[in-house]
């Protein structure tokens, strides 16, 4: 009787904390210089795409499933929070030669902003990410 007690309560317990882990609700990337600005919000059913300054380049597609699991798999292995903040591994954009851009991850319960780097040229951990999110920018709809 003990044993089924304690394999029922360890049951409970498992499946609370699934129900608990977080699930990543959009990637978002932003890339900027004074006089620029283009956002991509990604989450599993839309993509959107804006400039500033430009609402006739604005985009608003379907996310095909394909690129959102080729998303979450460019994250897989990683805890979000170990990808918050990553040292950058040039710092062109400080001297305007390249654009300041940021990946974040959201989830049902938290932000993670990978911090600044220049361009498309994340952080090696996020490398893999940040060649996701240009194909599924310049992905035909």
């Known amino acids: 009787m003990k044993i089924i007690l304690a394999t029922f309560c360890l049951f409970f317990v498992w499946t609370w904390l699934v129900g608990q882990a977080e699930k990543i609700t959009a990637f ?3 890339t900027f210089t004074r006089g620029y600005r283009k956002t991509i ?5 839309s993509t959107f795409i804006k400039e500033l300054n430009q609402p006739d380049k604005s985009v608003k597609r379907k996310t095909k499933a394909e690129d959102w699991a080729n998303l979450l ?3 897989a292995g990683y805890k979000l929070a170990a990808l918050t903040n ?8 400080e001297r305007d030669a390249a654009r300041y851009s940021s990946i974040t991850i959201k989830t049902t319960s938290n932000s993670y902003n ?5 361009g498309q040229q ?3 951990k996020l490398a893999k990410l ?11 709809p």
Request: net charge negative; charged share 25%.
């Open 41 to 45: 919000v990604i989450r599993a059913d």
């Open 28 to 30: 978002s990337y932003e």
């Open 86 to 93: 990553l040292p950058a591994p040039t710092n062109n954009r």
């Open 122 to 124: 994340p952080n090696s």
């Open 130 to 140: 940040m060649a996701e999110i240009s194909q599924v920018e310049e992905a035909k």
């Open 73 to 75: 798999q460019a994250v």
């Open 114 to 118: 990978s911090g600044y780097f220049d």
